[in-house]
C-alpha cells in the first residue's frame, strides 16, 4: 500500500501559543492578584511554584475493520504505547477502533492540549491508504468506492501533523498496516512517496518504504511498533532515541527532523521565594479573571475558525479532485470517440479498397472469359476448317469441275472423267501443299469453295 504525506506547512495556521506570565505581569491588577494568590497559598501551606512544562500525545489504534481485513498490529499494541507515554507524564487522548465521527471527536480533543505544549506526540495504528498526494489513516468503518471519499471519511496525516506543530516540538508517528482491499480503487497509490517541506522541530513518520515490498508492510511495521514501545519506555528516552527506534534499517519514510528533547516530564520549576505578608486589596481579580475568560475565548474562536478552514479546504479539495476527474473521463471519452471515428475511416477505406479490388478482379475475369472464348471460337473455326467435305455429296458434273480447277492452277493432268482417284487426289495434295495448308488429300469446305472461284 501506498502511502504519500503532502506537508502542508505553507498554509500551516501561525501556532497558538498562551499569553507570556511577562504580559500579564506588566498588568498591575494582574500583578496584584498573582500577588495575592501567594499570599493565600503560603497561608495555608500550598506550593505555588510555575506549571511544569507539558507534554500532550495523541493514540488512536485500530484492528477490526468492517469492510476490510483485520490490522495485524492490534489494540495490545496501542494499550502499550498509552502506558509508556503516560509513564513518561504525558496527558495522553486515546481512541481505540475509533469510527470517523469519534476519531475527530478525539483529534480536537488532543488539538487543545497540543496548543502551545512543550512536546505533541501523535500515535497511529492501523490501515492507511494516500491519494492526490495525501497519506491518510483509515477509520474502522471507512468504506470507500472512490479516492476522493478519502478527505471526509479518514483523518489526514497532514491535517494531523498541523494541530502537533502547535507545540513547540512535535512528531507524528504512523505505523501502517495494508488494508488489502477487495476491490481495486482507482487512485489510490500503491507505493509510499513522501513530498513535502522540513520544518525544524516537526516531523511525521511512515513505518514503510519503497524498498519494502508490499507483501512485507505489515511485518515491517509490527517491528516497528515493538521497537518504538521499547524505546519509549526508557527512562532515559527521547524524541529523538523513540524516532530512530522505529525508522531503524530505512524501513520507515520520514520528513522533517526531531529535536533532541527528552520524552519525560521535567519536574516542577523551584517555588519563587517567600513575599512578606502585606494587606493587598483584591478589587483587580475580577479583572483578570474576564481577561483570561477573553483570552479562552479567542482561542477557542481561533480554533473553530481553524477547523473550519480545514474542513472547507477538505471540500475544495474534493471538488477540485472530482473536477479533475470529469476532465480526465471527458478527455478519455473524446480519446475513445476519436479512435473509433479514425477506426471507422480505416474501415471504411478499406471497404472501398476491396470493392475496387473486386471490381478490377471482376473486369479481369471478364476480359480473360472474353479472350478465352476468342480462343476457343478460333480453335472451332480451325477445326471446322479442317473437316473434309462428303464426297458422296458431290454430283458428277462438280466432279468435273473439281479436276477442272486443278488442272487448270497446274496441280492436275489426269482425264477429266469426275472420278477422284489417286490422280486426283495427287491434284488436292498439291494445290494443299501450295497452300500451306495440311496435305490431307481430302477438300475442306474452304478448300473446295476457293477452288471454284479460282480463275473467275
Given at each position: 500500500m501506498s502511502f504519500e504525506f503532502q506537508a502542508a506547512v505553507k498554509a500551516n495556521p501561525t501556532p497558538l501559543r498562551s499569553v507570556p506570565p511577562a504580559s500579564l505581569l506588566r498588568n498591575w491588577s494582574s500583578r496584584i492578584s498573582w500577588m495575592v494568590a501567594a499570599l493565600a497559598a503560603l497561608a495555608i501551606g500550598l506550593p505555588t511554584g510555575v506549571l511544569a512544562a507539558e507534554r500532550a500525545a495523541f493514540v488512536v489504534a485500530a484492528e477490526d475493520y468492517t469492510p476490510l481485513s483485520p490490522s495485524r498490529i492490534g489494540l495490545k499494541k496501542g494499550e502499550a504505547v498509552v502506558a509508556a507515554l503516560r509513564q513518561q507524564g504525558f496527558d495522553v487522548v486515546v481512541s481505540t477502533s475509533p469510527t470517523n465521527a469519534t476519531s475527530r471527536a478525539k483529534l480536537r480533543e488532543f488539538a487543545d492540549l497540543a496548543n502551545g505544549a512543550d512536546l505533541a506526540i501523535a500515535v497511529l495504528?492501523?490501515?492507511?491508504?494516500?491519494?492526490?498526494?495525501?497519506?491518510f489513516f483509515l477509520p474502522v468503518n471507512t468504506s470507500i468506492s472512490r479516492s476522493t471519499d478519502l478527505l471526509s471519511r479518514a483523518l489526514s496525516i497532514a491535517s494531523i501533523a498541523q494541530i502537533t506543530e502547535r507545540a513547540k516540538a512535535s512528531g507524528v508517528f504512523f505505523f501502517v498496516t495494508n488494508p488489502a482491499w477487495p476491490d481495486l480503487v482507482p487512485g489510490l497509490d500503491n507505493r509510499p512517496t513522501v513530498r513535502g517541506e522540513e520544518r525544524p522541530g516537526h516531523f511525521v513518520m511512515l513505518s514503510t518504504s519503497p524498498s519494502i515490498p508490499v507483501s512485507q508492510i505489515d511485518n515491517a511495521s509490527l517491528q516497528a511498533t515493538d521497537d518504538f514501545i521499547a524505546a519509549i519506555s526508557k527512562a532515559d528516552a527521547t524524541l529523538a532515541s523513540a524516532l530512530s527506534a522505529a525508522e531503524e534499517g530505512g524501513r520507515a519514510v520520514v520528513i522533517g527532523k526531531p529535536v533532541d528533547i527528552a520524552l519525560v516530564?521535567?519536574?516542577?520549576?523551584?517555588?519563587?521565594?517567600?513575599?512578606?505578608?502585606?494587606?493587598?486589596?483584591?478589587?483587580?481579580?475580577?479583572?483578570?479573571?474576564a481577561g483570561e475568560k477573553k483570552l479562552e475565548a479567542e482561542r477557542e474562536a481561533r480554533e473553530k475558525a481553524e477547523t473550519e478552514a480545514a474542513a472547507e479546504r477538505d471540500r475544495a479539495e474534493e471538488a477540485r479532485l472530482?473536477?479533475?476527474?470529469?476532465?480526465?473521463?471527458?478527455?478519455?471519452?473524446?480519446?475513445?470517440?476519436?479512435?473509433?471515428?479514425?477506426?471507422?475511416?480505416?474501415?471504411?477505406?478499406?471497404a472501398a479498397k476491396a470493392q475496387a479490388q473486386a471490381e478490377a478482379a471482376k473486369a479481369e475475369a471478364a476480359k480473360s472469359a472474353a479472350e478465352a472464348e476468342a480462343v476457343?471460337?478460333?480453335?472451332?473455326?480451325?477445326?471446322?476448317?479442317?473437316?473434309?467435305?462428303?464426297?458422296?455429296?458431290?454430283?458428277w458434273s462438280q466432279k468435273r469441275l473439281v479436276q477442272e480447277k486443278l488442272r487448270d492452277l497446274g496441280h492436275y493432268r489426269g482425264p477429266i472423267d469426275a472420278i477422284i482417284g489417286p490422280l486426283t487426289r495427287q491434284g488436292i495434295m498439291a494445290m494443299q501443299r501450295d497452300r500451306g495448308d495440311p496435305v490431307t488429300g481430302y477438300l475442306t469446305a474452304e478448300q473446295y469453295n476457293i477452288l471454284l472461284t479460282s480463275g473467275q
Open positions: 495504528i492501523g490501515h492507511g491508504a494516500s491519494t492526490g498526494g495525501q497519506t516530564k521535567p519536574p516542577p520549576a523551584p517555588e519563587p521565594p517567600p513575599v512578606a505578608a502585606a494587606p493587598a486589596p483584591v478589587v483587580a481579580a475580577p479583572g483578570a479573571a472530482s473536477a479533475q476527474k470529469a476532465q480526465a473521463d471527458v478527455a478519455r471519452a473524446q480519446a475513445e470517440a476519436a479512435k473509433a471515428q479514425a477506426e471507422a475511416e480505416r474501415a471504411q477505406a478499406e476457343a471460337a478460333r480453335e472451332r473455326a480451325r477445326a471446322s476448317a479442317l473437316i473434309p467435305i462428303n464426297e458422296a455429296d458431290l454430283g
